[in-house]
């Protein structure tokens, strides 16, 4: 086998197939389709302070070569979560990486240090992007000058990996990047969903309950692709790259633009078993090639 592994902070993972929050739940749900051991990790859906219900009404509409979600974050609250699942996935010999999120920058240092205390956790990734809650994240995430102060102030109560995921929804991606990275960020994850909308036709009114939400899949993936780029070089901390990823052929065009890793996420429910896949196909090309992950990556000729 080739050697995949890559480091993100203090976090090495196996191979740069990472799951994307929000589309793997906490990670067992998807132990029947594939070999969890055998990707770089997964990062779980955003966790919170406490237990949120997500958006009410319809959440999900499929769109051209993609779909829009509205879910709203919900999930079980940083109590549940330490004390009933970790239990259950600190097992895996793959790495964790807990995405979290609040409405302030006090509940987010508070909920970061909280985290911190578990060991089994690897990383946290700091969600700043979410497009379809009414505050939070979203607020900060346009924002260069609160996105170094808040990581600055998480980065105070926190030693391991941080990881800040930038929204797609601003000017230029590379001055909230450049800031993450001021305030002590381990790596950067983009891009997160698009906004959207969609329309009943024959009712007149929006799909979603929530009106707007988060464009994903292929679709994106063109926009995704130029923004890492863009960071990759205005930045030098690692970048995660996501969006529309899924095949091999976009896995392979997100190291070469200089991704260090990747998120896999609409795709998975499509392929749940689709990350595996795609681990073992970089494998197998790379062997093929006779060439390592660090001569692709960040290979683009400009």
Same mark, same amino acid.
């Given at each position: 086998?080739?050697?995949?592994?890559?480091?993100?902070?203090?976090?090495?993972?196996?191979?740069?197939?990472?799951? $994307?929050?929000?589309?793997?739940?906490?990670?067992?749900?998807?132990?029947?389709?594939?070999?969890?051991?055998?990707?770089?990790?997964?990062?779980?859906?955003?966790?919170?302070?406490?237990?949120?219900?997500?958006?009410?009404?319809?959440?999900?509409?499929?769109?051209?070569?993609? !779909?829009?979600?509205?879910?709203?974050?919900?999930?079980?609250?940083?109590?549940? *979560?330490?004390?009933?699942?970790?239990?259950? =996935?600190?097992?895996?010999?793959?790495?964790?990486?807990?995405?979290?999120?609040?409405?302030?920058?006090?509940? *987010?240092?508070?909920?970061? $240090?909280?985290?911190?205390?578990?060991?089994?956790?690897?990383?946290?990734? !700091?969600?700043?992007?979410?497009?379809?809650?009414?505050?939070?994240?979203?607020?900060?995430?346009?924002?260069?000058?609160?996105?170094?102060?808040?990581?600055?102030?998480?980065?105070?109560?926190?030693?391991?990996?941080?990881?800040?995921?930038?929204?797609?929804?601003?000017?230029?991606?590379?001055?909230? #990047?450049? #800031? #993450?990275?001021?305030?002590?960020?381990?790596?950067?994850?983009? =891009?997160?969903?698009?906004?959207?909308?969609?329309?009943?036709?024959?009712?007149?009114?929006?799909?979603?309950?929530?009106?707007?939400?988060?464009?994903?899949?292929?679709? =994106?993936?063109?926009?995704?692709?130029?923004?890492?780029?863009?960071?990759?070089? $205005?930045?030098?901390?690692?970048?995660?790259?996501?969006?529309?990823? #899924?095949?091999?052929?976009?896995?392979?065009?997100?190291?070469?633009?200089?991704?260090?890793?990747?998120?896999?996420?609409?795709?998975?429910?499509?392929?749940?078993?689709?990350?595996?896949?795609?681990?073992?196909?970089?494998?197998?090309?790379?062997?093929?090639?006779?060439?390592?992950?660090?001569?692709?990556?960040?290979?683009?000729?400009?």
């Amino acid at each position: 086998m080739t050697d995949l592994r890559v480091h993100i902070g203090k976090t090495t993972l196996k191979n740069p197939i990472l799951t $994307a929050s929000g589309t793997f739940g906490y990670g067992p749900e998807f132990e029947p389709y594939l070999n969890l051991n055998a990707i770089g990790g997964f990062c779980t859906k955003g966790i919170s302070l406490e237990p949120r219900p997500g958006n009410p009404g319809i959440r999900i509409v499929e769109t051209a070569s993609g !779909m829009l979600n509205s879910i709203g974050l919900e999930n079980c609250g940083s109590r549940v *979560f330490l004390d009933e699942t970790m239990p259950k =996935i600190a097992r895996y010999d793959t790495a964790i990486i807990v995405n979290f999120y609040a409405y302030t920058e006090e509940d *987010f240092v508070k909920l970061a $240090a909280v985290l911190s205390e578990n060991d089994r956790i690897d990383a946290l990734e !700091m969600n700043l992007s979410c497009p379809n809650v009414k505050q939070g994240g979203s607020a900060f995430g346009a924002d260069p000058k609160l996105i170094e102060s808040l990581t600055a102030a998480v980065r105070k109560v926190t030693a391991k990996t941080l990881i800040v995921k930038l929204s797609p929804n601003v000017a230029d991606i590379t001055l909230t #990047a450049r #800031a #993450a990275e001021a305030g002590g960020a381990d790596a950067v994850s983009l =891009i997160n969903t698009l906004v959207g909308t969609a329309i009943d036709r024959r009712t007149r009114r929006f799909v979603l309950g929530n009106k707007v939400g988060g464009l994903s899949g292929p679709a =994106i993936k063109p926009v995704a692709l130029r923004m890492v780029w863009q960071t990759a070089k $205005a930045v030098k901390i690692p970048v995660i790259g996501m969006g529309g990823i #899924a095949s091999l052929g976009d896995v392979l065009d997100f190291l070469i633009v200089g991704a260090r890793a990747v998120q896999v996420g609409s795709a998975n429910f499509v392929d749940p078993g689709i990350a595996q896949t795609l681990a073992e196909g970089l494998d197998r090309y790379l062997a093929e090639r006779q060439e390592t992950i660090d001569q692709l990556i960040g290979s683009v000729q400009e």
